[in-house]
């Protein structure tokens, strides 16, 4: 492994930012995700010599330097098929994106008009979840999760490692300083038989880190 480019000649598959699931033309229920720690991966494990294909949600960002494929999607399902496409030929998968745990049950193809009968009631159905999918498959890549929480973050994170039986997990904690949405994050990282803390950065310094710590725990698990 050279250490200017550990992840060269891996292929690397990173969602990110969030899903948007439709109402109806106008409306659909979204999260604060930006795409910002997703985009930094992306941009830093390129650097560090991957082939990254990058399966985007909604976002207002521009592809970054050396990203080899870019997809677009809208909706959690639309990520699923992106994601179970793309990841068959993968090394390493690093799901940061935001993925809507429910959609609505009926979609309204015309716009819903307010009326004397009030609010609609939506009634929402589970999304897959992506990542215990990808985890369960037989071969599988390398496979990092990530968790968002605002509180019992550590308790959560173990849970999420153990149940969705993933090699490492980032998990950061939401408030208005840091992660979903801010440009700063910080992470506490887990794996199987251990942990370490990356201290509060922006987003790309933080993502440089990370994916240092990725292709170490990757290449000691797939030895060349
Ligand atoms: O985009 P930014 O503004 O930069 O913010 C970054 C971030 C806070 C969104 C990111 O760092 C992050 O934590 N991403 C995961 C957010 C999340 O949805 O966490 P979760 O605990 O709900 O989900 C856990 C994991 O399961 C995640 O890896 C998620 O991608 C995955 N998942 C969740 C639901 C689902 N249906 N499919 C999934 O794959």
């Not at 993933?166 to 700063?184: F, S, W």
């Not at 922006?202 to 725990?217: F, N």
Request: charged share 25%; net charge neutral.
């Amino acid at each position: 492994m050279s250490p200017d480019a550990p992840l060269a000649g891996v292929k690397v598959v990173i969602d990110a930012g969030p899903t948007y699931e439709d109402i109806d033309p106008v409306r659909f229920l979204g999260n604060r995700s930006s795409g910002k720690m997703g985009f930094a991966i992306a941009e830093a494990a390129a650097a560090a010599g991957a082939a990254v294909t990058l399966i985007a949600g909604p976002v207002a960002l521009a592809t970054p330097t050396g990203i080899a494929r870019r997809v677009d999607v809208r909706s959690a399902l639309q990520m699923r098929a992106a994601v179970l496409e793309a990841v068959d030929a993968a090394d390493i998968f690093i799901a940061t994106a935001a993925v809507a745990d429910w959609r609505v049950a009926g979609y309204s193809p015309r716009k819903i008009k307010k009326g004397p009968g009030g609010a609609p009631v939506l009634e929402l159905i589970e999304n897959p979840d992506i990542l215990a999918e990808v985890a369960a498959r037989d071969p599988r890549p390398f496979v990092v999760g990530f968790a968002a929480e605002t509180d019992h973050v550590h308790e959560h994170a173990q849970a999420k490692l153990v149940r969705k039986k993933l090699d490492m997990l980032a998990a950061n904690h939401v408030d208005e300083r840091v992660g979903i949405g801010a440009d700063d994050n910080e992470l506490e990282l887990i794996w199987p038989g251990g942990s370490e803390t990356l201290p509060r950065a922006p987003k790309r310094e933080l993502a440089r880190a990370l994916v240092a710590r990725i292709a170490a725990h990757y290449h000691a698990r797939t030895p060349a």
